[in-house]
């Protein structure tokens, strides 16, 4: 796999009155349904990137021997008796180091005060692959009556950086079906695959911009 981004979205879909298992696949092999993901996921991309790489491997130096006990951390609300855990940011808001670093991997501001750090992403990206994969429960066939139910599925995006300029022509929309496989344990596992490419019209393109 070439270097890029990856984004995994757990889904919940509501599958049409009538539907069957085929049907759901179906429905996130069509380009419709690339679209809706494009459009639902890119707002929360912008909104939530994680802090810079170069802030989190470093977040030590802004750890705090003496911090008061009756200043709590910030996210978990707990008290800071272990000094070596207390970490000031810039904008003076106390944390514990592994409650802060969990939640700057995610975002890129203060929990408190929204301060905001440098972003681990930014520039123009690109989306080139979608990957949907239908999570279901053991000897489930394709004929099975789903009608109403709600599904749940994994949709795995894969951006990479562009430059302005540089156009790209298509992305390739991939569905799986997984029986019985944990989300996290998709990447590892080869599943049965139906995979199909689709070269994108022109309006179909999408770029963002996370920065
Ligand atoms: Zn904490
Ligand atoms: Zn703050």
New binding site residues.
């Given amino acids: 796999m070439s270097k890029g981004v990856h984004v995994n979205v757990n889904i919940q879909y509501k599958a049409l009155p009538h539907a069957v298992v085929a049907n759901v696949v179906q429905v996130f092999e069509s380009t419709n349904w690339a679209n809706f993901m494009i459009q639902y996921i890119v707002p929360h991309l912008k909104a939530y990137t994680p802090t810079s790489n170069a802030i989190l491997n470093h977040l030590d130096a802004w750890k705090r021997e003496n911090q008061s006990q009756d200043d709590p951390?910030g996210?978990?609300m707990?008290g800071m008796e272990n000094a070596n855990e207390c970490i000031v940011l810039p904008c003076q808001h106390a944390?514990?180091l592994?409650?802060i670093r969990q939640w700057l991997t995610r975002r890129n501001t203060c929990p408190y005060c929204r301060h905001e750090f440098q972003k681990e992403l930014s520039g123009h990206y690109a989306i080139t692959r979608i990957q949907t994969t239908l999570l279901l429960d053991e000897n489930i066939p394709l004929e099975m009556p789903v009608g109403g139910q709600i599904m749940n599925a994994v949709v795995q995006m894969t951006l990479v950086q562009t430059y302005t300029n540089q156009m790209h022509l298509g992305y390739e929309i991939l569905v799986n079906i997984n029986k019985n496989l944990l989300a996290s344990s998709i990447t590892q596992q080869n599943p049965r695959k139906r995979s199909m490419s689709i070269v994108a019209a022109a309006e179909t393109l999408k770029r963002l911009r996370t920065g």
Avoid: K, P, R
Wanted: charged share 0%; aromatic share 12%.
């Fill in positions: 951390c996210i978990c707990c944390f514990h592994s409650c």
